[in-house]
């Protein structure tokens, strides 16, 4: 392997992606469709507020999380009802009133509890599984301007994984759609803070951990 073979494969393995930046939910929406269509399956985009229709430009099928909270209330009642039954029926039975050990209108209060209880707890649990979090880092955090896809920009990221990538191709195809500003390379980890020195007045003076992406011989 060439020296500059090996230089590139390790640039290429310490990005998670390439991002660029757009001002309004019509341009993450029509990048992201464009994307898809050339081919790029590893991608995602964040905004500020959802975007009708963002979802399925990204592939995104649908959400699991009905079904689970809808079985997850079945569990639920079905425990609530044999544990009430259990207990007056089986357990410990007990006559008041004349009425048959297993009075089922009874049940029905703790029963619906019980179902609303597990169905919310299925719906948490799922959510975060399914979302893989709790993440308290992501790669593209360590992007300056990422700190305004809360705000109001909208972001559009090709990861390095999607079989397509290729660091200037994908530059080039990402400029096309013509985001505000350049592209930006999204390093797999922070580089850290700006490092301590002792001179007075240079303290803070390391540059923070972006860098643009140069394709060909021109800056972007």
Known sequence: MKPQDSQHDSRHNSLHGLMVEFIAADQILEGTRRAWQTG?????????????????????????????????????????????????????????????????????????EVLVLVAAFSAVFAMLYLNGLPRPNHPVFNVPEFKRASQDRF????????????????????????????VIEVPREDIGPPEQVDEPGLRGAVPEPRTTVQVGEQQT
Request: hydrophobic letters at 40%; glycine letters at 10%; charged letters at 15%.
């Open 40 to 112: 790029y399956r590893e991608m995602d985009a964040y905004s500020p507020y959802p975007v009708e229709g963002l979802a399925a430009c990204l592939g995104l099928k649908k959400s699991p999380i009905p079904k689970i909270v809808f079985i997850g209330g079945l569990v639920g009642v079905s425990c609530g009802l044999f544990m009430q039954y259990y207990a007056s029926a089986v357990d410990y039975p007990l006559n008041v009133g004349g009425r048959p050990f297993n009075s089922w209108p009874a049940y029905v209060p703790i029963g619906f």
């Open 155 to 182: 972001f559009l990221c090709i990861e390095a994984s999607d079989p397509l990538f290729e660091r200037d191709q994908t530059a080039r195809f990402l400029l096309s759609l013509g985001p505000h500003g350049s």
